[in-house]
Each structure stands twice: as structure tokens, then as C-alpha cells.
């Protein structure tokens, strides 16, 4: 057994804070998909996926998870990055309005005159909800009032307050706000609700800098495979799935997992994992990004995704 332990090759992930949508890789180390492919993963949970990038650029970790635009915001600036796979499809965003004093809301139509909490300018979950208003042809400021509100958990509160009308969350509160009755949805990603450019948006992926893939392909092609055994698992065995989820996010609670993974598990426009990254993702990624006037022109699919990967998706 010393032997076998002294072959494995080690390899350390830069992630975000941990989070549901960090799932494949939860599994793929509990199931021991990781450990069957010959790999010692060292799992490094960081401030957020900038950290992680910038770590994996460093050196400090060898394969950065994360936003897959970051992949392409990375490429924009000739830094030389692929994106390995995808892990985490449709955003778990969802927006929100206080099921008591809003109740007889049903469409972002409903949201006029609102006051809606948001996270930092800039941030994703604060982009989203510009684009849904603008699809909408409503205007941020004469129809919808944004207030920026660090931290999920601020927002909930400032909800309960009577302090703003609604916002634009992420799970597990999402779910934690309608299983107490204190929120309803009004859109939701998860779903499949929202415009064709969100929904062809892909979340998360996993990245290397170009010359991790040239020396390593073997040990990255492995990383894969672990991840799309880990992803066909999550959807096989859901109770596996609710019971690796419970082990790794101890704070949330196993009776709400039991309530959001199933919920997680129908996304089905995108789906809630996923592996593959299709030319249309990364087209999706371009106008987005060109959109919200941060590249300025597109970032090829070639330049962006290895696609050799492609075969263990």
C-alpha cells in the first residue's frame, strides 16, 4: 500500500470558497475517482476565484476552479490559459422578493419601484441582474433602484428589515429564504429562466496556464476523467451526492441539502454539472463580456478551451 501511495502524483487545486457548485470535486475525492486515476489532490479553498487564478499563475497551485470567464478575461490579455473542463453549468442565482410584502410578484415586470439588494458593482450576480432589467426594457434607477449589499447574508437581513424589497441571491439561501417563507422567487437560473446568453454561459470550469498542459497532459487528462466519473455520480446517486454535500458543507445543514440538491439535479437548460464546454459556451462568454465592455473583441474557442480534453468529457 506504501508503494501505491508513493506513485500517486500530487496536485494541488486553487477553488473558491467552498460552495455547492464545487460538487464534482467534492465527489470526485469522497468516491475516490481522484485517488483511481492515480492522483493525490490537494483541495485549497481561497478567498475567491481571482485568488485561485492568480495563485495557479504563481505557481503556488498547479489547476485553478473558478468562473470559465476568467479563462477568457485571462486570454484577452495574451496570458496564456486553457480551460481543462467544465464542472458547474447553470448559476444557482435567483431573484428574490419578500414573500410578505411582495408576494403578488410573478415576473421581473413586477420588480418597478423596487428597491433590490445586489453584491459588489461589477460582480456577477450584480451584472446578471442589469442584463434580466434590460431584456426586460427597464432601466436601473427610474424602474428598479440596485443597492449594493456585501454578503448574502447582509442582504437577508437588510430583506427582514423592510430595508430593500428584494435581491438577487445565490443557494443556499435561496432555498434557506423559501423553506422559512421569508422570500419567493421570482426568476430563476437554475431553472432555465432568463435570457439565451445566460443560459449558454457556462459557470465553472477548471484551468492551467498553457505550459502545465504542454509538460503534464497525461496528469490534466486524469483531472478530467476524475471529474466526469465524480459528475455521472452527482446524478446517478443523489443520496451519495446530499450525503458528500453534508460532509463538506456541515454549516448549511443536511435537511436543507436534502431540499436543494434535488432541485439542483433538474436544471436541465443548462444543467446544474456538466463537463463540456461546446463552442457556443465560450461565443456565449464573448458577447458577454463584449457586452459589459470588458475584452473588445472575441477570444477564440481554440485559444481558450483544450480541446484534446475534449475525448473525457
Not at 443557494?171 to 430563476?188: A, C, N, S, W, Y
Not at 431553472?191 to 509538460?215: C, H, P, Y
Not at 473588445?296 to 485559444?303: R, V
Request: no cysteine.
Amino acid at each position: 500500500m506504501a508503494a501505491v501511495a508513493q506513485d500517486k502524483v500530487k496536485i494541488t487545486i486553487g477553488h473558491p470558497p467552498i460552495a455547492l457548485h464545487l460538487l464534482p470535486a467534492m465527489v470526485a475525492e469522497e468516491r475516490g475517482f481522484f485517488a483511481a486515476e492515480g492522483l493525490d489532490v490537494s483541495n485549497i479553498y481561497m478567498a475567491g476565484g481571482s485568488a485561485g487564478a492568480a495563485a495557479m499563475m504563481g505557481g503556488s497551485v498547479d489547476v485553478a476552479s473558478g468562473a470559465v470567464t476568467r479563462a477568457v478575461l485571462l486570454q484577452s490579455k495574451n496570458i496564456n490559459v486553457k480551460l481543462l473542463s467544465a464542472m458547474a453549468g447553470a448559476r444557482d442565482w435567483a431573484i428574490v422578493v419578500d414573500a410578505k410584502r411582495h408576494g403578488k410578484v410573478s415576473s421581473v415586470k413586477g420588480l418597478k419601484d423596487l428597491k433590490i439588494a445586489t453584491p459588489r458593482r461589477g460582480s456577477d450576480g450584480e451584472q446578471i441582474i442589469r442584463a434580466i432589467l434590460d431584456d426586460e426594457g427597464m432601466r436601473v434607477g427610474p424602474d428598479v433602484q440596485l443597492i449594493q449589499i456585501d454578503g448574502f447574508q447582509n442582504q437577508m437581513l437588510a430583506l427582514e428589515k423592510g430595508e430593500v424589497d428584494g435581491a438577487i441571491l445565490a443557494e443556499p439561501f435561496v432555498t434557506m429564504g423559501v423553506r422559512q417563507g421569508t422570500i419567493k422567487r421570482v426568476l430563476d437560473m437554475m431553472q432555465g429562466q432568463g435570457s439565451a446568453i445566460l443560459r449558454n454561459r457556462i459557470w465553472t470550469g477548471l484551468m492551467v496556464k498553457d505550459e502545465f498542459l504542454a509538460k503534464r497532459g497525461d496528469v490534466a487528462a486524469k483531472l478530467v476523467r476524475s471529474i466526469g466519473k465524480a459528475v455521472d455520480a452527482i446524478y446517478k446517486d443523489p443520496q451519495m451526492t446530499i450525503a458528500v454535500a453534508s460532509k463538506n458543507l456541515p454549516s448549511v445543514g443536511k435537511p436543507l441539502l436534502e431540499e436543494m440538491i434535488p432541485h439542483l439535479l433538474k436544471a436541465d437548460n443548462p444543467k446544474a454539472f456538466a463537463t463540456k464546454i461546446t463552442p457556443q459556451a465560450i461565443a456565449a462568454e464573448n458577447e458577454w463580456l463584449i457586452k459589459n465592455k470588458e475584452i473588445t473583441q472575441n477570444i477564440s474557442y481554440d485559444d481558450v478551451v483544450a480541446k484534446d480534453m475534449s475525448k473525457f468529457w
